[in-house]
């Protein structure tokens, strides 16, 4: 049973525009969140966190947003650029676990 | 410059042939551990290792194992590798709970 979704496989954004990549899970003792971005190729990389005592973290063009009573978590790109075009990965992690569980990703492609 | 290495980065095998994928890094980081990557299943995690001599099966162990002799390598062993473990294969390794987790560039295995 996935405990990390990630319901759209793919998402086309134009170049300028937003991306809004969402992630939903389950088991409500995820008390902290990541976001990986994975170029083909190579190895994930972490991009963002969010701890669960936060609704909202920012960095730059990219902010995580995270509603607890709905289980959910998103990740606002903007503005979309080409080179953000790559597999986003969302995870979460259990207090005081090294494991986090990865969701099974979304393709995301900005056009230019 | 602190890194995961994964060796090799391509590997064709046949059934049966014991393989192992190396894994090492630089950072002096305690805990590291290994994922597959497969189409529609996002990233799994095959097993991990908390510290030296300290290894634990993760979600998907089944027909691998590992060995932590030492804090910076982190080897792979198919002892019969079969067709259902062709698969993109990475490795990555965290200071400790609650830090983020870097990974490896990845290694293509195809077995025939």
């Known amino acids: 049973d996935q405990q990390v979704k990630q319901n759209s496989p793919s998402l086309s954004v134009q170049e300028g525009r937003i991306s809004i990549l969402n992630c939903d899970y389950t ?25 669960s005592i936060k609704d909202k973290n920012e960095d730059g063009r990219f902010t995580v947003f995270l509603n607890k009573s709905a289980k959910h978590l998103s990740l606002h790109i903007v503005p979309s650029q080409p080179g953000d075009s790559a597999v986003y990965f969302c995870a979460a992690r259990e207090e005081g676990s090294y494991i986090p569980t990865f969701g099974r990703g979304t393709s995301l492609i900005v056009h230019p | 410059e602190a890194q995961v290495t994964q060796n090799p980065r391509y590997l064709i095998t046949v059934t049966g042939k014991k393989l192992t994928v190396t894994c090492s890094q630089n950072m002096n980081h305690e805990y590291m551990s290994w994922y597959r990557q497969d189409p529609g299943l996002g990233l799994r995690q095959i097993y991990y290792s908390m510290n030296v001599e300290v290894t634990d099966k993760g979600d998907v162990p089944e027909g691998y194992k590992v060995s932590r002799k030492e804090k910076r390598n982190f080897p792979l062993i198919l002892e019969s590798p079969s067709p259902n473990q062709t698969s993109l294969y990475f490795c990555a390794s965290t200071m400790t709970v609650g830090e983020t987790q870097y990974f490896g560039p990845g290694t293509r295995l195809l077995v025939l």
Do not use: R
């Open chain 1, 27 to 51: 088991n409500s003792m995820f008390d902290y969140f990541l976001w990986y971005k994975k170029y083909p190729a190579e190895g994930p990389t972490f991009l963002i966190s969010i701890s």
